[in-house]
């Protein structure tokens, strides 16, 4: 591959890595789809920086089982919930401000919805069985 392209690529990788590791913490970030963004683009750039992401814990705790097995277990959408919603929480206790707050009820509804309606809900079962697929790998 040429070295205009490879670098591009593996920008946008450790930019998606970087704000998928931060969207653990930050609500409106979305984790697994910039993690699997990051996890496609260093596969095409760079075999190291590939084999580095695949074997990080966020990689595993947030990516392989909706990888392997389409959707989260009832235990993470709990946990993304409730991080999301305490520091949303946090930051409308913080900040008196009306519009602030209407943003905030949206990106906690929008939570909800992902997580209730279009995310599937899969057992703990399954998620194990993704982990060991993919460690076989």
Known sequence: MNRLPRTLMLIGAWTACILGCVGVLVPVLPTT?????????????????HDWII????????????????GIPASTKVRILTVSFVLMGASALIVHNVIVWVILGCVAAFLVYL?????????LENMQQAREAEEAE
């Open 55 to 70: 074997s990080t814990k966020v990689y595993r705790t947030y990516v392989v089982a909706f990888k392997e097995a389409g």
């Open 33 to 49: 789809p910039l993690l699997l963004l990051a996890t496609f683009l260093f596969a095409k750039s760079s075999p190291r920086c």
């Open 115 to 123: 997580m209730c309606v279009r995310i599937p809900t899969i057992s």
